[in-house]
T-cell receptor, first 115, second 111 residues
């Protein structure tokens, strides 16, 4: 149980284009989902907290207009990287927290390369 | 915000050896999880352990919340235990359970 999927697993796009990443909780409902970013050999950095039916809360220094988050249902959150640039290349990981629980479950990650 | 420190940063083990990884945190927490990140980047839940002791096979963990630290024990290590081990903590009911991650411990188990 407690499986989280992400799609796509890997994406290469050209500078200036937008990319959408989906995060789904497959066997539980998640009121809250989180989006992280990880650079090589570094730890995970929280980008934003996504609550179903409300606006996402972004961490300090994260551009909300560049990283659009939508949490439209209890099993799906999406992250759209708008007008991507090479510096946005990174490993993006989502997690989901089951309703009324604190434990988080992580997706397999999406590797974004912007050329 | 809360500070999370993991030690050691790197650990090289011979197969069969035992080891202890430590996670210190600077404030009270209501959530603490240990993860293993495999070479493909997937974070695998090891323990949800805001307090107390748990065991799962060759792995066990102890969190002493009053002293603000957690320990992860790996016994009889295997090469498949290689990877990065992260401790992550969550604080406060108003934080929606969001995590602060430690920097991780890179573990290499040699045959």
């Amino acid at each position: 149980g407690a499986v989280v999927s992400q799609h796509p697993s890997r994406v290469i796009c050209k500078s200036g284009t937008s990319v959408k990443i989906e995060c789904r909780s497959l066997d539980f409902q998640a009121t809250t989902m989180f989006w992280y970013r990880q650079f090589p050999k570094q730890s995970l950095m929280l980008m934003a907290t996504s609550n179903e039916g409300s606006k996402a809360t972004y961490e300090q220094g994260v551009e909300k207009d560049k990283f659009l988050i939508n949490h439209a249902s209890l099993t799906l959150s999406t992250l759209t990287v708008t007008s991507a640039h090479p510096e946005d290349s990174s490993f993006y990981i989502c997690s989901a927290r089951p309703t009324a629980a604190y434990e988080q479950y992580f997706g397999p990650g999406t590797r974004l390369t912007v050329t | 915000g809360i500070q999370v420190e993991q030690s050691p940063p790197d650990l090289i083990l011979q197969e069969g050896a035992n080891s202890t990884l430590r996670c210190n945190f600077s404030d009270s927490v209501n959530n603490l999880q240990w993860f293993h990140q495999n070479p493909w980047g997937q974070l695998i839940n090891l323990f949800y352990i805001p307090s107390g002791t748990k065991q799962n096979g060759r792995l066990s963990a102890t969190t002493v919340a009053t002293e603000r630290y957690s320990l992860l024990y790996i016994s009889s290590s295997q090469t498949t235990d290689s990877g990065v081990y992260f401790c992550a903590v969550g604080t406060g009911p108003d934080s929606w359970g969001k995590f602060q991650f430690g920097a991780g411990t890179q573990v290499v188990v040699t045959p």
